[in-house]
């Protein structure tokens, strides 16, 4: 008899976020996400960018702390994230994210850097005065400053000896190993020189000559060990400020939710937290106050701004049975909703889900310098210790071969490599800075050369995102004024964002007067009496004459909103409200054109109105597209992606934040809400759309530069490391000449504050 062996069941994995930390480049990554997927019953992917690793693993296997000292073990740090129970309170009140880990750890890594920094340069000023210029070189000056170099070396270079060491761990090699072997080699050479050479005796005096002496150990190069820490410091200090702000846009998303609700307990209203509510609550929700969670509305009848969810300016009409939105204003109706859904099934929530969702799935930016250095790092050292043996085996004797093999350490010392982009960075952010466009980091220069897609929201971005009244047709016997000014008097008493956009216009243009026996209509519009005669604005009543009639129906078509004024039960005329395109924006599309960009137009907006605006601005008819929610918006954007295109996106909006970060490049106007620009990579402060073209040129100009610097600091290594492995290079003629490499890189970068904006 024979047994059919039994399927083994599908094992259930459970999923973890852990934050990293003390990654300081992409092959960091790629050595956890290695150690983790090895632990059998684990599936693991860590992110650089985002300092992150999603983890999937068997929890009859291991456990999350288990994950967490396997990330220890490999040399970096790691803590639990919030899971998804968490998230749900987060989704309802955003209490419980305000202590991030993630920024609490970078704020503790800048802050020991600045410190690190501030003491380093201090007593790096003195080292170099008194080791570059004879005439302030005192009795002992030598001594001194040994001991001013020791803390800088010792307690300043920790952070790159700490990787340096984690790094050789592993096998592997980075700048940082090179920092490390650079200033330890210009150390230790010293100390020889000081304790066993001539460099100690009272007296001694160092100037600068060309050549190596081939007799003596009389110099020293402390001078080199204490300038490239500092500088290096300065760099990895402002790498860290830039690093992305990913947490922030949950942040910002989750506090635009309400705090509490005013529930029906017993015919009575209880004000209870919004992570209290229940499926079945029914909350009150007055005129100007959020809607708590989402809901279907049981009684009432209002307007509701849905802004924050779908963009558009014009507010949505609900009565009972309509479905509605936590965290959407009632702008004017008491509404009674009954909670739909709470936690982590709201839409705010599922919003949150799609930020981080996509802020995960960008790809980290695999560093130039990085790439180099696995190649660059152990050449170095081998052409090191090649020279070092030529010289030994052709009985140059040991302290030229020595000095031979010091001098291409220090020459290759990566200093102006460490600081060719934050040095370009900074000055290419500050000039952003002072033209109002704010660049969030070097990963953001990157995308902008790549860039050849540019996805632009409707409202508020190329349109000025408030409703304004743009015409009047009257009928045949009304005055165009006396309508404008008796429909201006009944929308005075309304709230509404259509009533206050004909109250600003016919403020504007005749005298409004007064009204009486206001009402609000539900579902029709507001009526009141002006002057002794009924006037109803709204939604027409019935057939209009052929001349409004075709004034109503136009409107509709160019994607506007046509309200009908009755006087008396009489349709006196219509009124077109619409959000007006701002006066740059058809400027903004041309010079985008220029840069190489296809323009597009994205909008929740119906069809006719995105089209229109289209059409005004020079986008073409194919590259539109209407009527999308959120989620469709990064669906979009990942339709162009996945199509080879590289995509920016701008908007302003909640309901822009998903793609903002799902695109290659997120651009957010500065009027915009904080979550649409903290899921940004730029930020446009001046809200006008021609700034997204000087923001693309701008960090294009900077990623030049950038490229430009590490080109300069890498062709000096060529240069001179041959002529020092040579044995024809002083060392203390290669650190000046490191020196000399890091101010002509910053020089080259303090040339982006002469960038100019093309409309300013």
């Given at each position: 008899?024979?047994?059919?062996?039994?399927?083994?069941?599908?094992?259930?994995?459970?999923?973890?976020?852990?934050?990293?930390?003390?990654?300081?480049?992409?092959?960091?990554?790629?050595?956890?996400?290695?150690?983790?997927?090895?632990?059998?019953?684990?599936?693991?992917?860590?992110?650089?960018?985002?300092?992150?690793?999603?983890?999937?693993?068997?929890?009859?296997?291991?456990?999350?702390?288990?994950?967490?000292?396997?990330?220890?073990?490999?040399?970096?740090?790691?803590?639990?994230?919030?899971?998804?129970?968490?998230?749900?309170?987060?989704?309802?009140?955003?209490?419980?994210?305000?202590?991030?880990?993630?920024?609490?750890?970078?704020?503790?890594?800048?802050?020991?850097?600045?410190?690190?920094?501030?003491?380093?340069?201090?007593?790096?000023?003195?080292?170099?005065?008194?080791?570059?210029?004879?005439?302030?070189?005192?009795?002992?000056?030598?001594?001194?400053?040994?001991?001013?170099?020791?803390?800088?070396?010792?307690?300043?270079?920790?952070?790159?000896?700490?990787?340096?060491?984690?790094?050789?761990?592993?096998?592997?090699?980075?700048?940082?190993?090179?920092?490390?072997?650079?200033?330890?080699?210009?150390?230790?050479?010293?100390?020889?020189?000081?304790?066993?050479?001539?460099?100690?005796?009272?007296?001694?005096?160092?100037?600068?000559?060309?050549?190596?002496?081939?007799?003596?150990?009389?110099?020293?190069?402390?001078?080199?060990?204490?300038?490239?820490?500092?500088?290096?410091?300065?760099?990895?200090?402002?790498?860290?400020?830039?690093?992305?702000?990913?947490?922030?846009?949950?942040?910002?998303?989750?506090?635009?939710?309400?705090?509490?609700?005013?529930?029906?307990?017993?015919?009575?209203?209880?004000?209870?937290?919004?992570?209290?509510?229940?499926?079945?609550?029914?909350?009150?929700?007055?005129?100007?106050?959020?809607?708590?969670?989402?809901?279907?509305?049981?009684?009432?009848?209002?307007?509701?701004?849905?802004?924050?969810?779908?963009?558009?300016?014009?507010?949505?009409?609900?009565?009972?049975?309509?479905?509605?939105?936590?965290?959407?204003?009632?702008?004017?109706?008491?509404?009674?909703?009954?909670?739909?859904?709470?936690?982590?099934?709201?839409?705010?929530?599922?919003?949150?889900?799609?930020?981080?969702?996509?802020?995960?799935?960008?790809?980290?930016?695999?560093?130039?310098?990085?790439?180099?250095?696995?190649?660059?790092?152990?050449?170095?050292?081998?052409?090191?210790?090649?020279?070092?043996?030529?010289?030994?085996?052709?009985?140059?004797?040991?302290?030229?071969?020595?000095?031979?093999?010091?001098?291409?350490?220090?020459?290759?010392?990566?200093?102006?490599?460490?600081?060719?982009?934050?040095?370009?960075?900074?000055?290419?952010?500050?000039?952003?800075?002072?033209?109002?466009?704010?660049?969030?980091?070097?990963?953001?220069?990157?995308?902008?050369?790549?860039?050849?897609?540019?996805?632009?929201?409707?409202?508020?971005?190329?349109?000025?995102?408030?409703?304004?009244?743009?015409?009047?047709?009257?009928?045949?016997?009304?005055?165009?004024?006396?309508?404008?000014?008796?429909?201006?008097?009944?929308?005075?008493?309304?709230?509404?964002?259509?009533?206050?956009?004909?109250?600003?216009?016919?403020?504007?243009?005749?005298?409004?007067?007064?009204?009486?026996?206001?009402?609000?209509?539900?579902?029709?519009?507001?009526?009141?009496?002006?002057?002794?005669?009924?006037?109803?604005?709204?939604?027409?009543?019935?057939?209009?004459?052929?001349?409004?009639?075709?004034?109503?129906?136009?409107?509709?078509?160019?994607?506007?909103t046509p309200i009908v004024v009755s006087i008396d039960g009489a349709a006196a005329g219509v009124i077109t409200v619409r959000d007006t395109v701002k006066a740059t924006s058809a400027e903004a599309v041309a010079e985008l054109r220029k840069l190489g960009l296809t323009p597009m137009l994205l909008t929740g907006d119906n069809a006719g109105a995105a089209q229109a605006v289209a059409a005004e601005v020079g986008i073409g008819a194919d590259d539109v597209v209407a009527e999308v929610m959120p989620d469709d918006k990064v669906a979009v954007v990942e339709k162009l992606q996945q199509e080879g295109r590289v995509v920016a996106m701008v908007g302003d909006g909640v309901n822009d934040a998903a793609a903002l970060a799902q695109a290659d490049l997120g651009l957010a106007m500065g009027a915009g809400t904080d979550v649409a620009i903290e899921a940004s990579d730029i930020t446009l402060m001046n809200n006008d759309l021609r700034s997204a073209v000087d923001a693309i040129r701008l960090s294009r100009r900077t990623l030049g530069t950038i490229k430009g610097n590490l080109f300069w600091a890498f062709a000096y290594n060529v240069v001179l490391i041959p002529v020092a492995a040579l044995g024809l290079l002083n060392p203390m003629l290669a650190g000046v000449a490191m020196a000399f490499s890091s101010v002509f890189?910053?020089?080259?970068?303090?040339?982006?504050?002469?960038?100019?904006?093309?409309?300013?």
């Amino acid at each position: 008899m024979t047994h059919t062996p039994q399927m083994q069941p599908a094992v259930d994995l459970v999923q973890v976020d852990l934050g990293v930390t003390g990654m300081t480049c992409t092959s960091c990554s790629a050595r956890v996400e290695r150690k983790l997927n090895k632990v059998e019953g684990v599936e693991a992917t860590v992110n650089f960018a985002t300092e992150s690793a999603s983890v999937s693993y068997d929890p009859a296997k291991i456990d999350p702390g288990s994950l967490i000292e396997v990330v220890r073990n490999a040399g970096y740090d790691a803590f639990e994230v919030a899971g998804e129970s968490a998230a749900e309170d987060a989704g309802i009140d955003g209490a419980s994210i305000s202590e991030d880990p993630h920024e609490a750890a970078r704020r503790r890594e800048a802050a020991d850097l600045k410190h690190r920094l501030t003491i380093s340069a201090l007593l790096t000023v003195p080292i170099v005065l008194l080791s570059m210029i004879p005439a302030l070189q005192f009795t002992n000056w030598q001594w001194a400053v040994l001991t001013m170099t020791t803390p800088v070396f010792f307690w300043g270079g920790a952070p790159f000896h700490r990787a340096t060491f984690v790094n050789l761990r592993h096998g592997s090699f980075t700048m940082d190993t090179l920092i490390t072997l650079g200033t330890s080699a210009a150390y230790l050479w010293s100390l020889w020189a000081l304790f066993l050479g001539n460099a100690g005796h009272p007296g001694m005096t160092m100037e600068m000559h060309l050549f190596p002496s081939d007799t003596t150990m009389d110099e020293i190069y402390l001078e080199t060990t204490a300038v490239v820490i500092t500088f290096l410091l300065l760099g990895r200090w402002f790498e860290t400020k830039a690093k992305g702000q990913s947490s922030e846009a949950l942040r910002a998303l989750l506090d635009m939710g309400a705090k509490d609700a005013a529930v029906l307990r017993d015919g009575r209203e209880v004000r209870v937290p919004v992570n209290r509510l229940q499926v079945g609550d029914v909350f009150v929700v007055r005129p100007g106050e959020k809607i708590a969670t989402d809901g279907t509305v049981v009684e009432g009848s209002s307007a509701v701004d849905e802004s924050m969810l779908t963009g558009e300016s014009v507010p949505v009409e609900v009565g009972a049975g309509s479905r509605v939105t936590g965290a959407t204003i009632n702008a004017s109706g008491r509404l009674l909703i009954e909670v739909t859904r709470v936690g982590a099934d709201t839409t705010l929530a599922q919003m949150a889900r799609l930020v981080t969702d996509a802020q995960a799935k960008k790809a980290p930016v695999q560093r130039l310098v990085d790439r180099i250095s696995q190649v660059f790092v152990p050449t170095v050292i081998v052409v090191s210790l090649i020279t070092l043996g030529v010289h030994l085996a052709t009985g140059s004797g040991l302290a030229p071969a020595f000095t031979a093999a010091v001098a291409v350490l220090i020459i290759a010392c990566p200093c102006a490599l460490g600081l060719a982009t934050p040095t370009a960075l900074l000055v290419g952010t500050g000039r952003g800075a002072q033209l109002g466009l704010l660049i969030k980091g070097p990963e953001v220069l990157e995308s902008t050369r790549r860039v050849d897609t540019i996805v632009m929201d409707k409202t508020g971005t190329v349109t000025e995102g408030v409703m304004s009244m743009t015409g009047i047709d009257a009928a045949d016997g009304f005055d165009p004024d006396d309508v404008l000014a008796k429909a201006a008097a009944v929308e005075a008493a309304s709230e509404h964002p259509i009533a206050r956009a004909v109250v600003r216009r016919a403020e504007q243009e005749v005298v409004v007067p007064e009204v009486s026996g206001f009402e609000n209509l539900a579902g029709r519009g507001v009526t009141g009496t002006v002057e002794g005669r009924t006037v109803l604005v709204g939604r027409p009543a019935g057939a209009l004459p052929g001349r409004l009639r075709e004034a109503f129906d136009q409107a509709q078509s160019r994607g506007a909103t046509p309200i009908v004024v009755s006087i008396d039960g009489a349709a006196a005329g219509v009124i077109t409200v619409r959000d007006t395109v701002k006066a740059t924006s058809a400027e903004a599309v041309a010079e985008l054109r220029k840069l190489g960009l296809t323009p597009m137009l994205l909008t929740g907006d119906n069809a006719g109105a995105a089209q229109a605006v289209a059409a005004e601005v020079g986008i073409g008819a194919d590259d539109v597209v209407a009527e999308v929610m959120p989620d469709d918006k990064v669906a979009v954007v990942e339709k162009l992606q996945q199509e080879g295109r590289v995509v920016a996106m701008v908007g302003d909006g909640v309901n822009d934040a998903a793609a903002l970060a799902q695109a290659d490049l997120g651009l957010a106007m500065g009027a915009g809400t904080d979550v649409a620009i903290e899921a940004s990579d730029i930020t446009l402060m001046n809200n006008d759309l021609r700034s997204a073209v000087d923001a693309i040129r701008l960090s294009r100009r900077t990623l030049g530069t950038i490229k430009g610097n590490l080109f300069w600091a890498f062709a000096y290594n060529v240069v001179l490391i041959p002529v020092a492995a040579l044995g024809l290079l002083n060392p203390m003629l290669a650190g000046v000449a490191m020196a000399f490499s890091s101010v002509f890189v910053v020089s080259n970068s303090l040339r982006l504050r002469r960038f100019r904006s093309l409309h300013q």
